[in-house]
């Protein structure tokens, strides 16, 4: 089995996270700039068996889009393009930056380290993966 890798798209910063060989678990990977995350993954792929993108879709609580989805759909469309042998899924990712942030303090981390944004986004793209896997096996 080849890797999957989780997507939290924002307009500044990609968290991004990927799975074992086994897909057992979803680890955080980096933080990059959205500008440059389909080189970043292009990097990546050149270097790892990959089969599929998820990625997490903006949505409000009562399941509509907000103002990030059109820019996260935009980028669907760009990643399907640079990685056609790739299936790309999306997730609903209501909550995780919530979730992100309570790991994050329930981390013991300094307050100077929660404040690294990028660090949040890893931690949703791991959310959004992890979350995906459970609901696969």
Excluded: N
């Excluded at 999957?4 to 955080?28: E, M, N």
């Excluded at 980028?75 to 056609?84: D, N």
């Amino acid at each position: 089995m080849a890797r999957v890798i989780g997507i939290d798209y924002g307009l500044k910063r990609t968290g991004l996270a990927v799975t074992d060989p086994l897909r057992i678990i979803a680890s955080a990977l980096e933080t990059v700039d959205s500008s440059k995350a389909l080189d970043h993954l292009r990097g990546y792929l050149s270097k790892e068996t990959v089969d599929g993108f998820v990625v997490g879709l903006p949505m409000t609580l009562d399941g509509r889009p907000t103002d990030a989805t059109a820019a996260v759909e935009a980028f669907i469309v760009r990643l399907k393009k640079a990685f056609p042998a790739q299936w790309v899924e999306t997730v609903d990712e209501r909550f995780t930056s919530r979730m992100a942030q309570m790991a994050l303090l329930s981390s013991g981390k300094g307050r100077m380290a929660r404040r690294d944004k990028g660090q949040l986004d890893r931690i949703s793209a791991t959310i959004i993966l992890q979350g995906w896997l459970s609901r696969e096996s």
